[in-house]
């Protein structure tokens, strides 16, 4: 606001991600590289991904049920609703225009790998044996702008849970609860900026590997056979052939960083798919059991809370650093990169079906397992959906009131968990069918 003689003005600052959006609707190609040389290489291009990747495109029914979602499902007032819909939605022209400068070589650069260089050695001398260098040093990689960009894009949207616990503590009277540090809104706005960037990239791996299928195959970029002294060989300097040697040196060796680049940002997009995927399922507990999550935790197994709280103390490593001795909670970064942080994943998972289906809610169990294994693939297969749904059906079978019902039930559940018995709970599903009588089930189960 500006307040003066002749009234009171509002002034709105443009972000320069907004004027690279309108310079991207103007389609002036000398205006964006001027933009890109004035804010440097990494900083448009993650600019340039995000509106290449929103999440709805503007005006379109994707986008007026995001905000329903927003405005409904999270209670928000509708314009603050509309107001996360403007944050994650963005024009087909600015998108497709943001998409093809960020896969413009012109734009975002080439990577490239340096030149390996042998390692000083004998070479030899008068009088004395030659012994030629046979070590070479690693030819370092310099990435294009596009993957700076998207390792600087990804680390901001992952940034507020990355390094940070997830939960926290608050005690309520005698007892402690526990409660998710962001609220389930939040989740949902991070979880689908995270899928949608993930969403974009995989499309862009599927179009290399399908234009380069040797690639796919693991072989040498273009046929090209790997050079550990980087392809030079001797020609006399001046020379055309030594100019047309220098050439497809360097073709080589961007050609090969390409290949590096590629296998890099695929890494960095399973990354982000597991990331977007717990989010998801963290997103689901605060949805189905509230903010107080204590009775999820309390549920969990003590090896899986081992891993899901930590103790550390002074002079102590790991990935809470040097702190005095106390209980942390994990963080997003142990739950996708870790194995320990998978079976916390999964053990919440289980907890949180156990406690839907306890409160007798088997109708929200059905619709949170097929929606689990939708979206959550890595975390929950089909084996897993399997296992719940012959639980459900046991809970059915303890309610029937009719002996030959309740028998046709036990024999359904039976033969679902037998095709699975790798994910089966045996502590929570051999008590089950002891209490139903299924004596061949107690047995069966633990030998398979």
């Known amino acids: ?118 390692t000083a050695g004998n070479s030899g001398g008068y009088g004395a044996a030659a012994v030629p260098a046979t070590e070479t040093t690693l030819p370092k990689l310099h990435f294009s702008g596009a ?123 399973v990354t982000l798919m597991r990331a977007s995927e717990a989010i998801k399922i963290l997103r689901l507990l605060l949805e189905h059991v509230g903010e107080d999550v204590s009775a999820i935790v309390d549920r969990l197994d003590a090896t899986t809370r081992g891993h899901l709280v930590r103790t550390t103390g002074a002079g102590g490593h790991g990935n809470f650093g040097l702190r005095a001795r106390q209980q942390h909670y994990t963080t997003l ?12 994943v999964r053990g919440l998972i289980a907890a949180l079906m156990a406690h839907q289906m306890s409160v007798g809610r088997g109708g929200e169990v059905d619709e949170l397992g097929r929606g689990l294994e939708q979206g959550c693939p890595t975390f929950f297969r089909s084996d897993d959906r399997t296992f719940y749904d012959a639980r459900l059906v046991l809970k059915r079978a303890q309610a029937a009131k009719a002996e030959a019902e309740r028998a046709a039930l036990v024999k359904q559940a039976l033969a679902s968990l037998l095709k699975v018995p790798a994910v089966v709970n045996l502590p929570a599903v051999v008590p089950e069918l002891a209490t139903l009588g299924c004596w061949e089930g107690v047995v069966e189960l633990p030998l398979r």
């Not at 949608?196 to 995989?202: S, V």
Request: contains cysteine; proline residues 4%; negative net charge.
């Open 1 to 118: 606001m500006l307040l003066s003689n002749l009234g009171v003005e509002e002034i709105e600052k443009l972000r320069p991600i907004d004027i690279l959006a309108q310079m991207l609707r103007d389609g002036s190609r000398d205006l964006i590289l001027h933009f890109f040389k004035s804010y440097g290489m990494a900083e448009a291009c993650a600019m340039c991904l995000t509106l290449a990747t929103p999440v709805a495109i503007a005006d379109t029914s994707e986008a007026k049920d995001l905000l329903e979602v927003f405005q409904h499902s999270y209670s928000l007032p509708r314009s603050e609703a509309e107001a996360v819909q403007g944050a994650l939605s963005c024009s087909a022209v600015v998108v497709e225009a943001a998409r093809k400068v960020y896969e413009d070589a012109a734009f975002v650069g080439e990577p490239i790998e340096e030149p390996a260089k042998p």
């Open 147 to 269: 993957y700076e960009g998207l390792a600087l894009y990804a680390a901001r949207l992952v940034a507020p849970l990355w390094e940070h616990s997830l939960l926290f503590e608050r005690k309520a009277g005698e007892r402690v609860k526990v409660f998710l540090r962001l609220d389930a809104g939040t989740l949902r706005v991070l979880e689908e900026r995270v899928r949608a960037l993930e969403k974009y990239l995989h499309a862009c791996e599927c179009r290399r590997l399908a234009s380069a299928p040797a690639f796919a195959a693991g072989g040498a970029a273009r046929g090209y056979e790997a050079d550990p002294w980087g392809g030079l060989q001797y020609a006399a300097p001046g020379g055309q052939a030594y100019a047309q040697r220098q050439a497809a040196n360097k073709r080589q060796r961007v050609e090969v960083a390409a290949e590096r680049e590629a296998k890099a940002a695929s890494a960095m997009r």
């Open 333 to 344: 970064r142990d739950l996708v990169t870790t194995e320990e942080g998978e079976l916390v």
